[in-house]
């Protein structure tokens, strides 16, 4: 069972390109969600998914979009990266109900 | 806004040392508390989750307390070994699934 992987593991990419963060789950749980890790500021939620079809914002979502159009995917897109989106990502997801959030590996994003 | 905070930032202890590691949040109406443990590189591992009725949860070695009216939380690590070497991170639940994180304590426990 592999839980919670996500790609890719780290990328340096030029300011102003579109990048897309995949994460996918298979232990079939409903919920979903983006964060990001910064030194000082710790992990900060980007975007949610209570359940495949629906999204929500968090505390940190602009510049940042998400779809999710099966239970199992849940894409980040950067539409246009600046610098400040510099960070780690981690995906994570819970089942309804249960509470306990499970995080895939990350991925380090440089933007230049 | 929950603001939570974590006390102390950092923490180096000798091994089989009992330690406690703190954790304060602003907003009190919270659904439950989890913590978790990261290793360096690494994602977050779940250690505790507490609800907001309970006020104790044990694992093992880890002991997690939760006085919610006073917006406190504490991780009891008994016998720490080099292993339980991590940052440790709490994060109550504001609103269903809405993790607030703290800024972690940075264990280290020397052989």
């Known amino acids: 069972i592999a839980g919670i992987t996500q790609a890719p593991t780290s990328q340096i990419l030029a300011a102003g390109r579109r990048m897309t963060l995949r994460c996918t789950q298979d232990?079939?749980?409903?919920?979903m969600y983006w964060y990001r890790q910064d030194l000082g500021l710790g992990l900060r939620l980007i975007h949610y998914s209570n359940t495949a079809g629906t999204t929500g914002k968090g505390e940190v979502p602009d510049g940042y979009s998400v779809s999710r159009a099966n239970t199992d995917d849940f894409p980040l897109t950067l539409a246009s990266a600046v610098p400040s989106q510099t960070s780690v990502y981690f995906c994570?997801?819970?089942?309804?109900?249960?509470?306990?959030?499970?995080f895939g590996p990350g991925t380090r994003l440089l933007v230049l | 806004k929950q603001e939570v905070t974590q006390i102390p930032a950092a923490l180096s202890v000798p091994e089989g040392e009992n330690l406690v590691l703190n954790c304060s949040f602003t907003d009190s109406a919270i659904y439950n508390l989890q913590w978790f443990r990261q290793d360096p590189g690494k994602g977050l591992t779940s250690l505790l989750l507490?609800?907001?009725?309970?006020r104790e949860q044990t694992s093992g070695r880890l002991n997690a307390s939760l006085d919610k009216s006073s917006g406190r939380s504490t991780l009891y690590i008994a016998a720490s070994q080099p292993g339980d070497s991590a940052t440790y991170l709490c994060?109550?639940?504001?609103?269903?699934?809405?993790?607030?994180f703290g800024g972690g304590t940075r264990l280290m426990v020397k052989p």
């Open positions: 994060a109550p639940d504001n609103a269903g699934n809405m993790l607030t």
């Open positions: 232990m079939r749980h409903n919920a």
């Open positions: 994570a997801s819970s089942q309804r109900g249960q509470e306990t959030q499970y």
């Open positions: 507490i609800q907001s009725s309970q």
